[in-house]
Nanobody
Framework: QVQLVESGGGLVQAGGSLRLSCAAS????????MAWFRQAPGKEREFVAG????????SYTDSVKCRFTISGNNAANTVYLQMDSLRPEDTAVYYC?????????????WGQGTQVTVSS
C-alpha cells in the first residue's frame, strides 16, 4: 500500500519561499509518477507539478513555472516542491499524489495535505 506524508507548509510573506516534502513508502518514487496538487478555498484541486523519477522528466502548470521546482530523492523515497517568489494566490492546501502518468487523470494515492498561506 502506497503511503504519502506531506510536510513543510506554513505561513510566509509574499515573495518568500517554502519547501514542501512528501515522504513516500518504499520504492514509490521509482515505481510511480509523483506530483503536487493544490486546492484553494472555493476552487477545484489543480495540478501544480509532476516528476517521473526514472527519467527526471518534469511538468509544471503555467502559473508556477520559473518559481516552483519539483525534485526527488529516489534513495529517500521523497519528493520535494521548492516554492520561491510566493504570491498570495499560491495560498492553498498542497497535496502529494502518486500515479502512472504525469498528465493523466488517474491519481490513486494521496497524502493528507499541508497548508500553505502566503500573506500580502
Amino acid at each position: 500500500q502506497v503511503q504519502l506524508v506531506e510536510s513543510g507548509g506554513g505561513l510566509v510573506q509574499a515573495g518568500g519561499s517554502l519547501r514542501l516534502s512528501c515522504a513516500a513508502s518504499e520504492r514509490t518514487f521509482s515505481r510511480y509518477v509523483m506530483a503536487w496538487f493544490r486546492q484553494a478555498p472555493g476552487k477545484e484541486r489543480e495540478f501544480v507539478a509532476g516528476i517521473r523519477g526514472t527519467t527526471g522528466y518534469t511538468s509544471y502548470t503555467d502559473s508556477v513555472k520559473c518559481r516552483f521546482t519539483i525534485s526527488g530523492n529516489n534513495a529517500a523515497n521523497t519528493v520535494y516542491l521548492q516554492m520561491d517568489s510566493l504570491r498570495p494566490e499560491d495560498t492553498a492546501v498542497y497535496y502529494c499524489a502518486a500515479g502512472t502518468r504525469i498528465l493523466g487523470k488517474d491519481w490513486p494515492y494521496w497524502g493528507q495535505g499541508t497548508q500553505v498561506t502566503v500573506s500580502s
